[in-house]
T-cell receptor, first 113, second 112 residues
């Protein structure tokens, strides 16, 4: 079964500390993974997708097919990074579709001053 | 440009009733998807539409249905409402399915 697991409901770090939000997935085939973010009172929005291999707002994520993981990392957390982060997997037919996403349950990141 | 618009924002219905939620995608977007968000189950995929055709459907009972119109606007309908249908329903649109999905603010449905 296709599944995305985010083991931490809440992650609290101090400003300037490194951050790693964990994501593990279960998928038969070649997955496409995404990280979405929801800031307070804002809409859910795409942060990054693994195929673009970009660094957005200092965040990076590497797809590790051997460990079936797609952890989100940032070397130095900022207070404005506080938000809900969701890892998602593209499911269904039509490779790369962002119209059929399987989401993890999310991790709330709190960055303290 | 205007974002994804969902109406109404809040809705209270009684068990057994039916409800229709509306989603207007970003202009030019032809793909629309729906998700249900609850505290217990998180975000769960409901349907995906592209050019008026349902591409994928999530694991929800037949009481949940949807459609997409020629102008790409989409509606979802839930019949015979149950208490467990209380949730935030999110709509997302994209140019085509493989491009970035933009989410609406959601419709908060409460079933009493």
């Amino acid at each position: 079964a296709q599944r995305v697991t985010q083991p931490e409901k809440l992650l609290s770090v101090f400003k300037g500390a490194p951050v790693e939000l964990k994501c593990n997935y279960s998928y038969s085939g070649s997955p496409e993974l995404f990280w979405y973010v929801q800031y307070s009172r804002q809409r859910l929005q795409l942060l990054l997708r693994h195929i673009s291999r970009e660094s957005i707002k200092g965040f990076t994520a590497d797809l590790n097919k051997g460990e079936t993981s797609f952890h989100l990392k940032k070397p130095f957390a900022q207070e404005e990074d506080s938000a809900m982060y969701y890892c998602a997997l593209s499911g269904g037919r039509g490779g790369g579709s962002q119209g059929n996403l399987i989401f993890g349950k999310g991790t709330k990141l709190s960055v303290k001053p | 440009k205007a974002g994804v618009t969902q109406t109404p924002r809040y809705l209270i219905k009684t068990r057994g009733q039916q409800v229709t939620l509306s989603c207007s995608p970003i202009s030019g977007h032809r793909s629309v998807s729906w998700y249900q968000q609850t505290p217990g189950q998180g975000l769960q995929f409901l349907f995906e539409y592209f050019s008026e055709t349902q591409r994928n459907k999530g694991n929800f009972p037949g009481r949940f249905s949807g459609r997409q119109f020629s102008n790409s606007r989409s509606e979802m309908n839930v019949s015979t409402l149950e208490l467990g249908d209380s949730a935030l329903y999110l709509c997302a649109s994209s140019l085509v399915p493989s491009t970035e999905a933009f989410f609406g603010q959601g419709t908060r449905l409460t079933v009493v």
